[in-house]
């Protein structure tokens, strides 16, 4: 089955600075790549979502990068605030257009944002 | 906006008894999904359910676990026979027809005595 590796586990930096969270993962048939946050005590929300097709997507300060060569996928965020404090999870799975395909996610990374 | 509700919020149960945990889907969406994430680890796959059946199952889905959509709006767990290693958040999904973006609730954090 596909195994999705998350890296960092932790990662801190100086508000309005870059975030770079990377995944990688295993099966090559996967091809949608979506990113969630997490927030104390709330369910996974969707910050923004990747498909094989595309090599880039943006959305304002949120950018995702797929290289499906290398099996790895990265959420960039810039200009980082306060709010961005959270986990956030990728994960991967095999989108056929319409279907009850689930999802596996990495193991999370904390991302903290100091003031 | 519409979203995914889920009731309780948090169950406490002694091992070995039976525990329902129920979602309510967004009301157009057809696929729907059970998820668990013990505490501190990574949100893992149990069960995704369309058209009345389960379409896939993980290996953490086994005969202890079953799902139902009673009625026209509610979406149910069931854990007949509960373990310690059961306890974890539960998370209910659904999604659309046409898109996979699939929506989470906020989660039902079972604890097993």
């Known amino acids: 089955g596909e195994n999705v590796e998350q890296h960092p586990s932790t990662l801190s930096v100086q508000e309005g600075d870059s975030a770079v969270i990377k995944c990688t993962y295993s099966?090559?048939?996967?091809?949608?790549f979506p990113w969630y946050k997490q927030e104390l005590g709330k369910g996974p929300q969707l910050i923004i979502d990747?498909?094989?097709?595309?090599g880039e997507k943006k959305d304002q300060r949120i950018a995702v990068t797929l290289n499906k060569t290398a099996k790895h996928f990265s959420l960039h965020i810039t200009e980082t605030q306060p709010e961005d404090s959270a986990v956030y999870f990728c994960?991967?799975?095999?989108?056929?257009?319409?279907?009850?395909?689930?999802?596996?996610f990495g193991k999370g990374t904390h991302l903290i944002i100091q003031p | 906006e519409p979203e995914v509700t889920q009731t309780p919020s948090h169950q406490v149960t002694q091992m070995g008894q039976e525990v329902i945990l129920r979602c309510v889907p967004i009301s157009n969406h057809l696929y729907f999904y059970w998820y668990r994430q013990i505490l501190g680890q990574k949100v893992e796959f149990l069960v995704s359910?369309?058209?009345?059946?389960?379409?896939?199952k993980s290996e953490i889905f086994d005969d202890q676990f079953s799902v139902e959509r009673p009625d026209g709006s509610n979406f149910t767990l069931k854990i007949r026979s509960t373990k310690l290693e059961d306890s974890a958040m539960y998370f209910c999904?659904?999604?659309?027809?046409?898109?996979?973006?699939?929506?989470f609730g906020p989660g039902t954090r079972l604890t097993v005595l």
């Open positions: 999904a659904s999604n659309t027809w046409t898109d996979n973006e699939q929506f």
């Open positions: 990747i498909r094989s097709n595309v």
């Open positions: 359910f369309y058209n009345n059946e389960i379409s896939e």
């Open positions: 099966d090559s048939a996967s091809n949608y």
């Open positions: 994960a991967a799975s095999k989108y056929s257009g319409g279907g009850a395909d689930g999802l596996t």
